[in-house]
């Protein structure tokens, strides 16, 4: 039987997560997270040690599996009247996607597209600097953004792995992918994303009682990058 208690210690919900390996997979719009991703989907080793978790946008293109309620659509469309719902959507989506990962391990290794982390430190936080949140929806979200957290400890990776690309690079890639709702994202846009990302795993100015703290425990180059060529740059940052 759970006690309300419980919730504070992630090993009490489920055991097995003590033994598992969490990773986030981060990077700006259209660095190539899902082509990360689908490599290792195309591997029979790692598909068997790895338990691997997409981003819903499947999800926010259809609420409720609807495609007339297309909430990222919504989003690009009038970004100022839908910023607040639509970040509250993707918190409250990838929460359970990533409670429901902890609770059923299916593997070693858990692989996730993104966190909540980066939701709150880089997408939040770039909507309400661009005045899309009001500075009452702003507070809104992070008058609940810690608490929630406090009590879901299990939702805070081992480590995170960040795929490092210029902003033009991510533009190019954006373009030739070409997802209707991203008509509206420009260049400048992506570089107020990179510059967040940069802030937090290159710098480590991010503040510690929003995102887990830790050093970067390893970088390692999969091509050049940052200066506008094909591959990405890796960085792995430890979670906890
Ligand atoms: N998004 C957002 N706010 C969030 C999370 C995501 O505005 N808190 C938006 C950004 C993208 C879309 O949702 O328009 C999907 O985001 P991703 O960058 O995670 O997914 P991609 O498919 O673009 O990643 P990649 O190209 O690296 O595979």
Same mark, same amino acid.
């Given at each position: 039987?759970?006690?309300?208690?419980?919730?504070?210690?992630?090993?009490?919900?489920?055991?097995?997560?003590?033994?598992?390996?969490?990773?986030?997979?981060?990077?700006?719009?259209?660095?190539?997270?899902?082509?990360?991703?689908?490599?290792?989907?195309?591997?029979?080793?790692?598909?068997?040690?790895?338990?691997?978790?997409?981003?819903?946008?499947?999800?926010?293109?259809?609420?409720?599996?609807?495609?007339?309620?297309?909430?990222?659509?919504?989003?690009?469309?009038?970004?100022?009247?839908?910023?607040?719902?639509?970040q509250n959507y993707v918190f409250i989506t990838r929460f359970l996607q990533h409670h429901?990962?902890?609770?059923?391990?299916?593997?070693?290794?858990?692989?996730?597209?993104?966190?909540?982390?980066?939701?709150?430190?880089?997408? #939040?936080?770039?909507?309400?600097?661009? /005045?899309?949140?009001? !500075?009452?929806?702003? =507070? *809104?979200?992070?008058?609940?953004?810690?608490?929630?957290?406090?009590?879901?400890?299990?939702?805070?990776?081992?480590?995170?792995?960040?795929?490092?690309?210029?902003?033009?690079?991510?533009?190019?890639?954006?373009c030739i992918r070409s997802r209707t709702e991203e008509a509206a994202v420009g260049l400048?846009?992506l570089g107020k994303i990179h510059d967040k990302h940069e802030a937090w795993f290159v710098?480590?100015?991010?503040?510690?009682?929003?995102?887990?703290?830790?050093? #970067?425990?390893?970088?390692?180059?999969? /091509?050049?990058?940052? !200066?506008?060529?094909? =591959? *990405?740059?890796?960085?792995?940052?430890?979670?906890?």
């Amino acid at each position: 039987e759970m006690k309300a208690n419980d919730c504070a210690s992630p090993t009490s919900i489920c055991p097995e997560i003590s033994n598992r390996v969490s990773f986030a997979v981060e990077g700006n719009i259209g660095v190539g997270k899902s082509t990360f991703l689908e490599l290792i989907k195309s591997d029979e080793t790692l598909t068997r040690l790895v338990d691997l978790h997409e981003e819903p946008v499947a999800q926010w293109q259809a609420v409720g599996g609807n495609p007339k309620h297309n909430m990222l659509n919504a989003f690009y469309s009038d970004s100022t009247r839908h910023a607040y719902t639509f970040q509250n959507y993707v918190f409250i989506t990838r929460f359970l996607q990533h409670h429901n990962a902890a609770m059923n391990p299916k593997a070693p290794c858990c692989l996730l597209e993104r966190s909540v982390f980066t939701d709150c430190c880089v997408f #939040a936080k770039t909507v309400l600097e661009e /005045g899309l949140m009001t !500075d009452l929806e702003g =507070a *809104v979200y992070h008058s609940w953004f810690n608490p929630v957290l406090q009590t879901l400890p299990h939702l805070v990776p081992d480590a995170f792995v960040y795929l490092r690309a210029s902003p033009q690079s991510c533009y190019r890639r954006l373009c030739i992918r070409s997802r209707t709702e991203e008509a509206a994202v420009g260049l400048d846009y992506l570089g107020k994303i990179h510059d967040k990302h940069e802030a937090w795993f290159v710098h480590g100015s991010m503040p510690a009682t929003i995102t887990p703290t830790g050093q #970067a425990v390893s970088c390692g180059k999969l /091509g050049e990058d940052l !200066d506008g060529t094909s =591959a *990405v740059n890796v960085r792995v940052l430890d979670g906890k």
